[in-house]
């Protein structure tokens, strides 16, 4: 499977996920700590993917995503943006709202 291949299966089989640099519990950048603690606030289970131990998936996805920078999140298959973004909709409480929408169902 090439690398734009594994891309679109984690985006369309995760329905939140993050790429980000480190991981939730220790992230390497203070834009992708400040965008997995306003994902974590919002009480829905997600996936990562660490771009730092992944750099094929590091280079490609800007390319896949339209989007150069990192961290990303991913909705239902669908970037919903940066950290700006996310910290933003975290602010106004829509972000929680789309996690919520977007979880499975327990």
């Known amino acids: 499977m090439d690398i734009m291949e594994v891309i679109k299966d984690q985006?369309?089989?995760n329905d939140i996920?993050?790429?980000m640099k480190g991981?939730?519990?220790?992230?390497?950048c203070g834009f992708s700590?400040?965008?997995?603690?306003?994902?974590?606030?919002?009480?829905?289970?997600?996936a990562y993917v660490d771009?730092?131990?992944n750099p094929e998936i590091r280079e490609n996805l800007p390319?896949?995503?339209n989007w150069p920078t990192f961290p990303?999140?991913?909705?239902?298959?669908?970037l919903v943006g940066g950290c700006d973004i996310i910290t933003d909709m975290h602010q106004k409480g829509e972000l929680k709202s789309v996690l919520e929408e977007?979880?499975?169902a327990e």
């Open 11 to 13: 985006v369309e089989n």
């Open 102 to 104: 977007a979880a499975p």
């Open 17 to 19: 996920l993050l790429y």
């Open 63 to 65: 390319k896949y995503a």
């Open 33 to 46: 700590a400040q965008t997995v603690q306003a994902v974590m606030e919002c009480g829905q289970k997600f």
């Open 51 to 53: 771009v730092l131990s």
């Open 72 to 78: 990303q999140l991913w909705v239902k298959g669908e």
């Open 23 to 28: 991981s939730p519990n220790q992230p390497m």
